[in-house]
């Protein structure tokens, strides 16, 4: 009896020391921190500096309630479990190895509800976790859907799931040959190429109804830009699934995109629209680069410059005195991983992390980039996430910029040529009734630029269709 009741006083231990995020919250409070942003240009680009916290305090939170149920209860399941296995052992006449299972497997029956994560984003998968949503809320409305709604939460935050997510895609990538499925797309082991699934859908039916409102949409932009005289410039930037076919065997290399019929409608409507789709010219690059990084779906900087270069010629027609900063202007350099963010940061690439791959050999492949030698003469201002400033004294013209992601590794290239550009980072929230780019109008107006530069990502191109209701 005695043994009994030192063994369950260690077990309640043992759950208590396991279950401590449930009765014990211990946070650090910051009484104040000091944020700088610094601009630049090329390898210091933007760098925000974090310095050190200057005093902290540390709150904790004992819930005593919720420690004397798991204290109780613990006790309880302990003493019947040890109780159990003494009499399975006398009287049932059953092996130690019997007990052992039996006890192992109440162990990991345990093991989930052990820990519950409260973070809010799987680092894994790269997405955001279900919430907790309570059976009663603060309002004391019935939440129906709890079932479903629990187990979503606890699914999400069971403890190891993290580690389990993992080794599941590690396994999976092993058994597989050369093709290998991820959470969001897919991969090649032999030649390293990956891509997205829902780029397929470049390749469906085509409607040409919605291509009128597309055309429909930029005409209008562009008359309200001439009135203001102000040039429009639109850039459609072909994906990697249809520059890189040969290597992706989802696709038939005979099928074209829905931009291509897209332009090709464009041109028989003779039109005043400069909208450029850069299939042919990836197309050309790919003998001298790979044009899109293996393990993500940006381009990288060495078609960025090439794009670039095209970009400021297009418009130099218009604007004589803008020009191209020469190769010489900037330090070429090679290395391994991805530049693609606002932030110039490296990192594996949007493919490697959100189809939660974990294969190192596929980050070996090297890619040239280019750094403005003269980060001192560009100065960033933040205004939010999604609008930043650039800012070169030794330029003429004015840029207001609105596109994808596509357009932050170009910003560093088009703010050697611009006095300023006015980038905004398109955002899917927006809920005008008039349409998306009724939102930027004021500040066009404001900006008073000289031209306009739309630009995105060829299988977003029925955002056209949402610029104007």
């Known amino acids: 009896m005695r043994k009994r ?45 974090r310095l050190l916290t200057l005093r902290t305090r540390v709150s904790i939170k004992f819930d005593a309630m919720i420690f004397i149920i798991i204290a109780i209860l613990g006790f309880m399941l302990s003493y019947k479990l040890t109780s159990y296995l003494a009499d399975f052992k006398v009287e049932k006449k059953y092996s130690r190895l019997d007990i052992l299972f039996l006890a192992a497997c109440a162990v990991l029956i345990f093991l989930p509800m052990s820990h519950i994560s409260d973070a809010k984003k799987s680092e894994a998968e790269n997405r955001n976790l279900a919430v907790w949503k309570p059976f009663i809320d603060k309002n004391g409305r019935i939440n129906y859907s709890f079932g479903r709604d629990f187990d979503s939460w606890f699914s999400d935050r069971f403890n190891m799931r993290e580690a389990l997510v993992q080794y599941y895609y590690k396994g999976l990538a092993n058994i597989s040959f050369d093709f290998v499925r991820t959470k ?127 970009i400021i010629n297009n418009m130099a027609r218009d604007f004589k005195e803008l020009s191209v900063a020469p190769e010489d202007k900037f330090n070429i350099y090679e290395r391994t991983l991805c530049r693609y963010s606002e932030h110039r940061t490296f990192d594996g690439g949007c493919n490697y992390k959100n189809g939660n791959v974990h294969d190192e050999k596929l980050l070996m492949p090297k890619y040239t980039y280019y750094d403005y030698i003269h980060p001192e003469e560009i100065a960033i201002e933040q205004k939010n996430i999604f609008h930043y400033i650039h800012t070169n004294k030794n330029k003429k013209y004015k840029l207001f910029l609105l596109g994808d992601s596509f357009e932050e590794s170009l910003t560093y290239f088009l703010n050697t040529s611009f006095y300023q550009i006015d980038k905004h980072r398109r955002r899917f929230n927006i809920k005008n009734k008039k349409g998306e780019l009724a939102e930027y109008e004021k ?27």
């Open 443 to 469: 500040a066009i107006t404001d900006f008073k630029p000289d031209m306009v530069l739309l630009l995105f990502y060829s299988p977003s191109l029925s955002w056209l269709e949402k610029l104007y209701n």
């Open 184 to 310: 969001n797309g897919y991969y090649y082991k032999k030649n390293g190429w990956m891509f997205y699934s829902s780029a397929l859908n470049e390749f469906g039916p085509i409607n040409y109804k919605f291509f009128d409102k597309y055309i429909k949409n930029l005409v209008r932009f562009n008359q309200w830009l001439a009135e203001r005289n102000i040039k429009l410039y639109v850039v459609i930037i072909p994906s990697k699934e249809v520059i890189r076919k040969e290597e992706n065997k989802c696709i038939n290399i005979n099928r074209r995109e829905r931009a291509a019929y897209f332009m090709n409608y464009l041109k028989e409507k003779n039109l005043d629209l400069n909208v450029t789709y850069y299939y042919d010219d990836f197309r050309r690059l790919r003998d001298k680069d790979s044009v899109f990084y293996k393990t993500d779906h940006h381009i990288t900087d060495f078609t960025v410059y090439e794009l670039y270069k095209d």
């Open 5 to 49: 009741t030192i063994i369950s006083i260690i077990l309640v231990l043992v759950i208590l020391g396991l279950s401590h995020n449930a009765w014990l919250t211990i946070r650090p409070k910051p009484q104040s921190t000091v944020t700088s942003i610094r601009g630049g240009g090329g390898s210091s680009s933007t760098e925000i500096n």
